[in-house]
């Protein structure tokens, strides 16, 4: 069985894996990182994306192979370094963004993306880059609304909660 | 299943040609899927991604040339393409969303044969030549030639797609492409329509493509809907002509997504729009 080596979450690893293997299943089998979540596997849903050299994609649309010597952040690199939520995971607590939960780590994963493009997206700008990721409680509302609140908390202003 | 990363074309045609199904991997948001659902079984995927220049956008005589492995995002975010041939980035803007466009290739697009794929008709459109390797040398065809029906193209074995060439651009032209969809994302086409236009000093056009997508067991070039145009100042007339050409060219099929009598009817329409953006790109650029 051949190896694979890259970086996820600042940290080396290497594993045998099959040559089918998605980068999806060598997160969760292999690393036991099970934060990043599958929901069709078939590139639709969003749930497991994640980002390869600082771009999000859908884990389940590469070979794990195929990432050969990429950096990986997955949900689980998230978080600020002593463990506290960043900015943008507290804005999804705190605005409910989420309900039943399934879909917020790729939700995590496309907006940080989004905000790193783009510092102050239009509501209609994250409307549109959210429409790979799916959400079957919400009605998006309340994402958008954390979405837009975390952007303007990292660009140093605050929204109130509702 | 064997996974393949070769890093020359060579070593690429060598795998493909040595193995009994063989597949190619350029971008996977269509092979991945195929392979999860057992509709394929390669013995052998061959990964392109890692052989020089298959990445690259390249200036080719005053045109374009484009990896086989360049992914949508990287198109739609490309200055040049954008300015020259507005109506392919637009194409490839519509396929899948944000992450797969990260993913998608224009030439797995092309290779994967759908009647629905959105970049193919403004591939033919734009008079594309595709650069195609395999054991016996390169050879060169237009797009429109690339594919055979649903799923089939003219590749043989051993072959790969290396990269798609676009014309130097003449000066006063514009392309557009337009779909049809019953939901604003994520969706297949119904209807596509790729237009690109030239035109003289005067304002007459005179030069045009046309290129249906959806309509066909593949996507068509529309000869007569050119000619509706060239000649003319895309005015009512022409444009109605080009929706009767249109309308004359489509063989589709009927179903949940769209009727026959439905799609023939859209053809005529979204042509007809997209001519129209195409002659106001053409002189919004003032080339």
């Known amino acids: 069985m051949p190896t694979v080596s890259m970086t996820v979450n600042g940290k080396a690893v290497a594993s ?70 960043s900015v943008l995971q507290r804005a999804f607590q705190d605005h409910h963004g989420l309900q039943c939960g399934f879909c917020t780590p790729g939700m995590v994963m496309s907006a940080a993306d989004l905000l790193k493009r783009n510092a102050n997206p239009s509501e209609r700008e994250v409307r549109e880059w959210l429409e790979g990721n799916l959400c079957r409680c919400t009605g998006y509302h309340n994402i958008v609304k954390a979405i837009l609140a975390a952007a303007a908390e990292m660009r140093g202003e605050k929204i109130a909660a509702e | 299943m064997q996974y393949a990363a070769p890093q020359t074309v060579e070593a690429a045609i060598d795998l493909l040609t040595s193995h009994e199904g063989a597949h190619v991997l350029a971008g996977g948001t269509d092979l991945l899927v195929q392979l999860r659902s057992d509709r394929v079984a390669p013995e052998v995927i061959v990964d392109i991604k890692r052989i020089d220049g298959m990445k690259s956008i390249r200036d080719d005589s005053g045109g374009f040339r484009i990896g086989a492995a360049v992914s949508a995002a990287e198109i739609t975010e490309h200055a040049g393409l954008g300015a020259a041939w507005p109506g392919l980035v637009e194409a490839a803007g519509l396929i899948g ?166 799609r023939t009817q859209v053809a005529g329409v979204l042509a007809k729009r997209a001519a129209v953006a195409a002659k106001e790109r053409a002189f919004a650029a003032q080339k």
């Open chain 1, 16 to 85: 045998d894996v099959e040559g089918r293997t998605l980068l999806v299943d060598f997160l969760r089998e292999n690393l036991r990182l099970t934060g990043t979540h599958v929901g069709c596997d078939t590139l639709q849903c969003g749930a497991c994306v994640v980002h390869v050299n600082g771009d999000s994609v859908k884990a389940c649309s590469m070979l794990a192979l195929s990432a050969e010597g990429a950096e990986i952040t997955t949900i689980e690199g998230i978080a600020n370094p002593d463990g506290s939520l």
């Open chain 2, 97 to 262: 969303s944000t992450q797969v466009q990260g993913r998608a290739t224009i030439v797995g697009n092309l290779c994967n044969a759908s009647p629905a794929a959105d970049t193919t008709p403004a591939l033919i459109a734009a008079g594309a030549r595709i650069v195609i390797s395999g054991p016996t040398g390169t050879r060169e065809i237009p797009a429109e030639e690339m594919t055979t029906g649903p799923g089939r193209t003219t590749l043989a074995k051993g072959e790969l797609v290396e990269a798609v060439r676009l014309p130097t651009r003449a000066a006063r032209s514009g392309d557009a492409y337009l779909r049809f969809i019953p939901r604003t994302e994520m969706d297949i086409a119904v209807v596509g329509a790729g237009v690109s236009l030239s035109f003289d000093d005067a304002g007459m056009c005179q030069a045009a493509r046309v290129a249906l997508g959806a309509v066909a067991p593949k996507a068509v070039l529309v000869a007569d809907a050119a000619a509706a145009l060239i000649g003319t100042a895309i005015d009512d007339a022409a444009l109605e002509q080009l929706a009767q050409a249109c309308a004359a060219a489509c063989n589709p099929i009927d179903d949940k997504r769209g009727t026959i009598e439905f």
